[in-house]
């Protein structure tokens, strides 16, 4: 584990021998939906004090109490173990983004991360991340030039994703790409067929709008949508997704149930004046949305809001699933929580 400011990186390189040739649609891989048998999930640990000034130690906690029900469930793997240096803890961003196949197994996607379009300090040691998974376990991946973070993706494993133009339409990302190229690119590199547009994001997210604080899919054809009252910053923003989402359709053809999920009471936080300019308190992209499934259960942010028991119980109700609160008041001070500090590895199908 190192700070932020290191930029002394492993071989970002996808090794000659595990490196990937062509199209994922076209050798039949998919994008697996995250309640598919899972045998892994990657985190790593809060370390960096720039992401959580003055509450490291009780993010770590609230970390250390997701690892440990995790771990009741399916296998944790740190990169801190495996001797992978990272920048920081968000490798849902930075980790691969895994696919299957019925008879070939688990492969990956390895695609540029650029720091949520170069907001911070040069992230080069969470971009050699993937290219570090596949030599320590010997998975083949195809290596990306464009980037794209694993938090601005959701899917059914249908063939249906749902992503927000907020973020992918952001030119800090892929400034050469138009929306005609940026699909051609998610459906030959994730092999899916639909995808659904989103406006937008929360308010104090930095990622431009990551779908996984607003939108997840909790079964085949059932969304679960953040909501606001009037009043609330996010109002205008989340109604303007519930309509796109009660047009849509998926990759069968079908509907999209959408489940409504409240949204916690405000929270804010007091960064230091270096962090966002003069006068840094700042609204936490706490949401209730970012939730990870894994093995039978849905592990849920809460935050001490009146909306927890209520966004556990909707999830538990329309997933099948059992729901694990999780407290993560702290960890969203480094504006995410579980599903952005978490990456999934499929189990093989084979």
Known sequence: MTDASQTTAPDAAIPSDLRLEGSAAAAGFRFPAEWEPLEAVWLVRPHNEETWPGCLEPAGVEWDNFAA?????????ETASMGIPTNDSWIRDFGPVFLVHPERGVAAQAFRFNGWGDKYEPRTLDDAVPAEIARRLRIPMWEQSQVLEGGSIETDGLGTLLVTAQCLGNQNRNPDLERSGIESLLRESL?????VWLPGGIEGDDTDGHIDDIARFVAPGVVAAVEAPPGHPDHTILAANREVLARARDARGEPIEVVPLPSPTPIHYDFPADRFGPGGRRMLPASHANFLIA???????????????LACRRLEEA??????????????VGLGSLHCLSCQQPASPR
Do not use: C, K, W
């Open 295 to 309: 093995n039978g259960r849905i592990f849920v942010p809460v935050f001490g809001s009146r909306s927890d028991d």
């Open 319 to 332: 997933s099948g699933l059992s729901a694990v609160a999780v407290m993560a008041r702290n960890l969203v």
């Open 191 to 195: 092999g899916v067929s639909t995808i």
């Open 69 to 77: 029900r995790l771990r009741e469930v399916v296998e944790v793997r």
